[in-house]
C-alpha cells in the first residue's frame, strides 16, 4: 500500500510541473491524432507523457538509439489510447519496452509433427506484447504510422493486447462487466466471422485482415482502426464502433469536430481496470 501511495505520488508531481517545449514539439510533430484533440485533451495526454516516460525502463535493441523522441512519441500514442480512462491507466505490468530500429527476425512457430514444433525463423515483426513481459516495437514503423499512414499503429495494437490480457485470458474480451461482455461477446462475434467470410473471399475490409486469425488478433486490429480511421469505422461498422467507444470511453470519430461530449455526461461505462 505504501509503496502505490508513493508511486501516486510521484506521478502527480510530475503531471503537475511544465511539460518540456521539446517534449511537446515531438508530439506534435509525430502523433497525427494530437492536432484534432481539444486543448484539455492535449494537456491530458502530455500529462500522461510526463508520468509515463520515467516510470518504464527504455532499451534500445540492435542499434536502435534511446532518446526522448522515442520515448515521448510512444508514451503519447498510449496517452492517446488511454484518454478516457478516469483515474488514467498506466500499464504497471508493462515495466520494459524494447525499441528495435526496424522490423526484426522472430522464430514464431507454423505447427508440429508429433511433439516437435516447427518452426518459422524468417518472420519479420513490428512488434510484440509479451505476457508478463516487455512490449517490443519496430521506431521505424512506430514513426511512419503515428505521422503518416492511416488505419494501422503497431503501438495501438501491442498495448491493445495488453489490455485485452489484463483479466487472464488473451481471447478478444477485455475486462467487462457481465452485462457488457455478454454484449461484447454478442456483437464481436458477428463482427469476426464477416472478417473471416471477407478475408476468406477475397473482398476488401476496413478492418485489416490480419484480425481474422484469432480473437486476440481480432480486438488488437480493431482497437487500430478505432483510433486511425473513426469515422469510416462508425459508418461502416456502427455496432462494433459503439462497444468500443464504450469500452475507450471516449469517440474518435468526434475529434476535430468540437468534441463537447465527454465520456461521463454520456454515461459510458468502461473497463474494470486493476
Given at each position: 500500500m505504501i509503496f502505490s501511495w508513493l508511486k501516486n505520488r510521484r506521478r502527480k508531481k510530475r503531471m503537475a510541473a511544465p511539460?518540456?517545449?521539446?517534449w511537446l514539439r515531438i508530439i506534435q510533430r509525430n502523433v497525427k491524432q494530437f492536432a484534432v484533440l481539444t486543448p484539455e485533451q492535449q494537456t491530458r495526454v502530455c500529462q500522461y507523457v510526463a508520468a509515463f516516460v520515467p516510470e518504464k525502463y527504455w532499451e534500445g535493441c540492435g542499434g536502435q538509439e534511446m532518446n526522448d523522441e522515442v520515448q515521448v512519441t510512444i508514451a503519447a500514442l498510449v496517452g492517446v489510447m488511454t484518454l478516457g480512462f478516469e483515474p488514467p491507466y498506466f500499464f504497471d505490468q508493462v515495466k520494459t519496452i524494447l525499441v528495435y530500429p526496424s522490423g526484426y527476425q522472430h522464430?514464431?512457430?507454423?505447427?508440429?509433427?508429433?511433439?516437435?514444433?516447427?518452426i518459422d525463423e524468417?518472420?519479420?515483426?513490428?512488434?510484440?506484447?509479451?505476457?508478463?513481459?516487455?512490449?517490443?516495437?519496430?521506431?521505424?514503423?512506430?514513426?511512419?504510422?503515428?505521422?503518416?499512414?492511416y488505419g494501422e499503429n503497431v503501438v495501438f495494437h501491442e498495448f491493445a493486447h495488453c489490455l485485452d490480457r489484463l483479466d487472464g485470458y488473451t481471447d478478444g474480451v477485455p475486462p467487462l462487466s457481465k452485462d457488457e461482455a455478454q454484449v461484447w461477446e454478442e456483437v464481436t462475434d458477428a463482427e469476426y466471422r464477416r472478417l473471416r467470410l471477407d478475408s476468406q473471399r477475397g473482398r476488401p475490409t476496413l478492418i485489416n485482415p490480419y484480425g481474422a486469425t484469432n480473437k486476440a488478433e481480432f480486438f488488437a486490429v480493431v482497437t487500430?482502426?478505432?483510433?486511425?480511421?473513426?469515422?469510416?469505422?462508425?459508418?461502416?461498422?456502427?455496432?462494433l464502433y459503439d462497444i468500443y467507444r464504450r469500452f475507450y470511453r471516449q469517440d474518435p470519430a468526434r475529434w476535430g469536430q468540437d468534441n463537447v461530449a465527454s465520456s461521463r455526461e454520456d454515461g459510458i461505462s468502461g473497463p474494470l481496470l486493476a
Amino acid at each position: 500500500m505504501i509503496f502505490s501511495w508513493l508511486k501516486n505520488r510521484r506521478r502527480k508531481k510530475r503531471m503537475a510541473a511544465p511539460f518540456p517545449q521539446a517534449w511537446l514539439r515531438i508530439i506534435q510533430r509525430n502523433v497525427k491524432q494530437f492536432a484534432v484533440l481539444t486543448p484539455e485533451q492535449q494537456t491530458r495526454v502530455c500529462q500522461y507523457v510526463a508520468a509515463f516516460v520515467p516510470e518504464k525502463y527504455w532499451e534500445g535493441c540492435g542499434g536502435q538509439e534511446m532518446n526522448d523522441e522515442v520515448q515521448v512519441t510512444i508514451a503519447a500514442l498510449v496517452g492517446v489510447m488511454t484518454l478516457g480512462f478516469e483515474p488514467p491507466y498506466f500499464f504497471d505490468q508493462v515495466k520494459t519496452i524494447l525499441v528495435y530500429p526496424s522490423g526484426y527476425q522472430h522464430e514464431q512457430p507454423i505447427g508440429a509433427v508429433g511433439n516437435v514444433a516447427l518452426i518459422d525463423e524468417d518472420v519479420d515483426v513490428a512488434g510484440e506484447a509479451w505476457t508478463n513481459g516487455p512490449v517490443i516495437l519496430s521506431w521505424d514503423i512506430v514513426q511512419e504510422e503515428s505521422r503518416h499512414r492511416y488505419g494501422e499503429n503497431v503501438v495501438f495494437h501491442e498495448f491493445a493486447h495488453c489490455l485485452d490480457r489484463l483479466d487472464g485470458y488473451t481471447d478478444g474480451v477485455p475486462p467487462l462487466s457481465k452485462d457488457e461482455a455478454q454484449v461484447w461477446e454478442e456483437v464481436t462475434d458477428a463482427e469476426y466471422r464477416r472478417l473471416r467470410l471477407d478475408s476468406q473471399r477475397g473482398r476488401p475490409t476496413l478492418i485489416n485482415p490480419y484480425g481474422a486469425t484469432n480473437k486476440a488478433e481480432f480486438f488488437a486490429v480493431v482497437t487500430e482502426c478505432f483510433f486511425e480511421m473513426p469515422q469510416a469505422m462508425q459508418r461502416q461498422h456502427p455496432r462494433l464502433y459503439d462497444i468500443y467507444r464504450r469500452f475507450y470511453r471516449q469517440d474518435p470519430a468526434r475529434w476535430g469536430q468540437d468534441n463537447v461530449a465527454s465520456s461521463r455526461e454520456d454515461g459510458i461505462s468502461g473497463p474494470l481496470l486493476a
